[in-house]
């Protein structure tokens, strides 16, 4: 079974406008730390943030913010007035504590165009 | 402070010929990752090591790959010989050994097997 789900393969939003990136996962873990990744045109993979599953506290910085609800299994990204430098594929991930938070599962990717 | 280098971050060859793959670890990193990303597969894990030890190869598809960390600053992706359904994208990533900690990832190898 998939333990993340990014149901948005692809979305498209004209500039300034909010977009959220939806994603789903699934564990059986008491203790466990979710992940966003940017991957710009040019390929390289971004670290966005990490939370740890004891900590449900949501996250803004600058025009990013974060949604984690344990209670939907959800952890979603929002970007506020987006910019055409915003364009990229954003991957959600996961790791579990009982496989010493090593493996990584990443969801599928929700390519983002930021139309100008 | 230097992030996780990868190298050659492009690497076109013939099928059959051998290709390495190199990366050095973030200084301090004691965990280091090889993950391969595909249209079809998106991103896996390949292999990990900690403290230049592998621990988990499961992910590795076949024995024409192997891996090794001579050291805690390079460790190099192998692959012979090497076919056209190998052609990804292959990263490296670490990080400390702090429960949960993020990884940090090179820029990747964009691997093509003609």
Not at chain 2, 9 to 19: A, I, K, L, S, W
Not at chain 2, 49 to 78: C, H, Y
């Amino acid at each position: 079974a998939q333990k993340v789900t990014q149901a948005q393969t692809e979305i498209s939003v004209v500039e300034k406008e909010d977009v959220t990136l939806d994603c789903v996962y699934e564990t059986r873990d008491t203790t466990y730390y979710l992940f966003w990744y940017k991957q710009p045109p040019s390929g390289e993979l971004v670290f966005l943030i990490r939370r740890n599953s004891f900590d449900e506290q949501n996250e803004i910085s600058g025009r990013y913010s974060w949604n984690f609800q344990k209670s939907t299994s959800s952890f979603n990204f929002t970007i506020t007035a987006s910019q055409v430098v915003d364009s990229a594929v954003y991957f959600c991930a996961l790791s579990e504590e009982q496989t010493g938070a090593n493996n990584l599962f990443f969801g599928t990717g929700t390519r983002l165009t930021v139309i100008p | 402070d230097a992030g996780v280098i990868q190298s050659p971050r492009h690497e076109v060859t013939e099928m059959g010929q051998e290709v390495t793959l190199r990366c050095k670890p973030i200084s301090g990193h004691d965990y280091l990752f090889w993950y391969r990303q595909t249209m079809m597969r998106g991103l896996e894990l390949l292999i990990y090591f900690n403290n230049n030890v592998p621990i988990d190869d499961s992910g590795m598809p076949e024995d024409r790959f192997s891996a090794k960390m001579p050291n805690a600053s390079f460790s190099t992706l192998k692959i012979q010989p090497s076919e056209p359904r190998d052609s990804a994208v292959y990263f490296c990533a670490s990080r400390i050994s702090s429960g949960g900690a993020n990884q940090y990832f090179g820029a990747g190898t964009r691997l093509s097997v003609l």
